[in-house]
């Protein structure tokens, strides 16, 4: 092997499997949690409300379809497949971006708009519900400072698969 070959990960402890086993478990619980609350009440993902909560959020409630999909943190593929679900429902539309033919940016409509206020409060409820409920106030701190070094150790390295280089 030369010295281009990646270097061989050390297997994680069992403290460290036992660890991960349980954080890939919670966030799939309160993934599917939510995605089954949303979709009792609003016949759709946790995604997509996510999305629309997002447009809600951007200047003149518009935003790049590639800014989104970042945003979002899914492929522009299935950003372009779950804007399709919610222009059908009325909830958003894609408008081509002003001086570039080839862009398009995602808007959230009125309806849209009108949606993501109806189901806010039931978000929250969810949302307290499926985490903050079961934490004390230590713990949820705890829980934001493990969260935001996971993610600021993620994007400085741009959330590449080091071993694939």
Excluded at 72 to 87: D, F, G, N, Q, Y
Excluded at 100 to 108: I, P, S, T, Y
Excluded at 109 to 133: L, N, Q
Aim: hydrophobic letters at 35%.
């Amino acid at each position: 092997m030369g010295s281009d070959a990646p270097a061989v990960p050390c297997p994680l402890t069992d403290e460290q499997q036992h660890t991960w086993r349980n954080f890939v478990y919670a966030t799939r619980l309160v993934e599917d949690y939510l995605d089954r609350c949303f979709q009792r009440q609003a016949g759709v993902p946790h995604l997509y409300y996510g999305l629309l909560a997002l447009l809600s959020e951007a200047p003149q409630r518009r935003m790049r379809m590639s800014e989104l999909a970042r945003r979002a943190k899914i492929t522009r593929p299935r950003l372009s497949h779950a804007v399709t679900r919610l222009e059908k429902s009325g909830w958003a539309r894609r408008e081509a971006c002003p001086g570039d033919r080839r862009g398009q940016e995602a808007v959230l409509t009125d309806s849209g708009r009108e949606m993501v206020a109806r189901a806010a409060p039931g978000h929250v409820a969810a949302v307290r519900r499926a985490v903050f409920d079961s934490l004390t106030p230590e713990q949820a701190g705890q829980l934001s400072s493990i969260c935001r070094a996971i993610e600021e150790g993620l994007d400085r390295e741009g959330a590449d698969v080091p071993w694939l280089r």
